[in-house]
């Protein structure tokens, strides 16, 4: 048996899916980060040639993600809130790479409880499970969404963002001494 991360309950070791709160466990997309762009830019270069003829000069194909910024950009994390019943619903856009793993943490300023769920980054888009709004709906909370240091996000992200996320930089990239990791974080109270 093992614990599911985010309900607490105890399942299977073989499930895939626990059956308390549906979270899916061991889902990796086959094509992340740069491969994606590598076959969409190889395809785009394709379909661009079909029909033409003679010698017409060719367009070359875009660059990879991991060559089109010189140098570190400042990293963007934006979230945008819905509210269904007693919970939130978290969305937001950012620059990180596709693949990148976040979380969302949700903690009420007068109680003891927090509420957490795990996303990816997806054509700059991401969007976590709902989170219960656990104080009540009049209750201020912290709104916090993180990336944790490189070594532990997917091998196949970790040369888009660089080591320590050398690649990006800005007042969102948290150092410390176990390394860089992604942090931002607002104040949120529901609407009455």
């Known amino acids: 048996m093992k614990k599911c991360p985010s ?6 070791d073989e499930a895939k899916v626990c059956p308390n709160c549906g979270r899916r466990f061991g889902f990796r997309w086959p094509l992340t980060g740069c ?8 395809v785009a ?14 367009a070359a194909p875009a660059p990879a993600a991991s060559q089109s910024v010189e140098g570190p950009q400042v990293l963007a994390l934006e979230t945008a809130e819905r509210y269904r019943g007693d919970q939130v619903i ?4 950012t620059n990180l790479p596709d ?10 300023k007068g109680a003891p409880n927090m509420a957490q769920s795990h996303g990816l980054v997806r054509n700059g888009r991401f969007a976590f499970e709902p989170l219960r709004l656990f104080a009540g709906p009049k209750a201020p909370y912290e709104l916090s969404v993180s990336a944790g240091i490189t070594d532990v996000q997917p091998e196949a992200v970790r040369p888009a963002i660089g ?8 007042p969102l990239i948290d150092k410390s001494e176990l390394g860089a990791s992604v942090s ?9």
């Open 7 to 12: 309900c607490a309950q105890q399942i299977p």
């Open 35 to 42: 491969g994606t762009l590598i076959v969409i830019a190889l």
């Open 45 to 58: 270069a394709t379909v661009s040639q079909c029909g033409k003829g003679g010698d017409q000069p060719t």
């Open 90 to 93: 978290v969305t937001g856009t």
């Open 99 to 108: 693949g990148v793993e976040l979380m969302v943490t949700l903690r009420s």
């Open 163 to 170: 080591d320590d996320y050398s690649k990006f930089t800005g």
């Open 184 to 192: 931002f974080s607002k104040a949120l109270t529901p609407p009455a």
